[in-house]
């Protein structure tokens, strides 16, 4: 098991309500990476944070925005849910930009509806 | 055309078997390559990862680059029922992941 968690693990939502996700990174990771997963598909990248800074987004409208604390512990949220929000996030750490070994929490299952 | 593309499957061997995933990818940029196992409704857990052309071996799993042809292989020696899972092929490109749909591969005993 990574070292990374996200919380809570299933929600439910309404269209068009707010919802926030939260990933505690790896200790010693400075890097977090948001990414959503429709089901039957690769994950796709929403945005990263590196010492608290959006350090590079994806193809995901504004609403979709994030936050990073000085332990590194990272938020996303989204506005103005969607039915096709519904989807498993997942957050993934590492340790500098580079991310070539980052490891990925077991995600966040959110159903809109 | 997607960055990458991968044959999503099923993919069904027996216990025993030597499996074969592929993964190819369209920008030449790309210079990081990895493979995920993701079990059902569980986060993707890195396998390996490759920087250069070659082969790149790992207890019973083997991941090969071909950068001139722009394709990725895994290959899973003496496969278990426990290697049943999702496998996804990423490359990495600035502070992204570029991943493959994934590949389902069930063992079957």
């Known amino acids: ?113 | 055309q997607k960055e990458v593309e991968q044959d999503p499957g099923p993919l069904s061997v027996p216990e025993g078997a030597i499996v074969s995933l592929n993964c190819t990818y369209s920008n030449s940029a790309f210079q990081y390559f990895m493979w995920y196992r993701q079990y059902s409704r569980k986060g993707p857990e890195l396998l390996m990862y490759t920087y250069s052309s070659g082969n790149k071996e790992d207890g019973r799993f083997t991941a090969q680059v071909d950068k001139s042809s722009k394709y990725i292989s895994l290959f899973i020696r003496d496969s278990q029922p426990s290697d049943s899972a999702t496998y996804l092929c990423a490359t990495h490109y600035g502070q992204n992941f570029v991943f493959g749909p994934g590949t389902r591969l069930s063992v079957l005993p």
């Open chain 1, 1 to 113: 098991e990574t070292g990374v968690t996200q919380s809570p693990t299933h929600l439910i939502k309404t269209r068009g309500q707010q919802v926030t996700l939260r990933c505690s990174s790896q200790s010693g990771h400075n890097t977090v990476s948001w990414y959503q997963q429709a089901l039957g598909q690769g994950p796709q990248f929403i945005f990263q944070y590196y010492r608290e800074e959006e350090n590079g987004r994806g193809n995901f409208p504004p609403r979709f925005s994030g936050l990073q604390f000085p332990n590194y512990s990272s938020e996303l949220n989204v506005n103005a849910l969607e039915l096709d929000d519904s989807a498993l996030y997942l957050c993934a750490s590492s340790a500098g930009q580079k991310n070539t070994e980052a490891f990925f929490g077991q995600g966040t299952r959110l159903t809109v509806v």
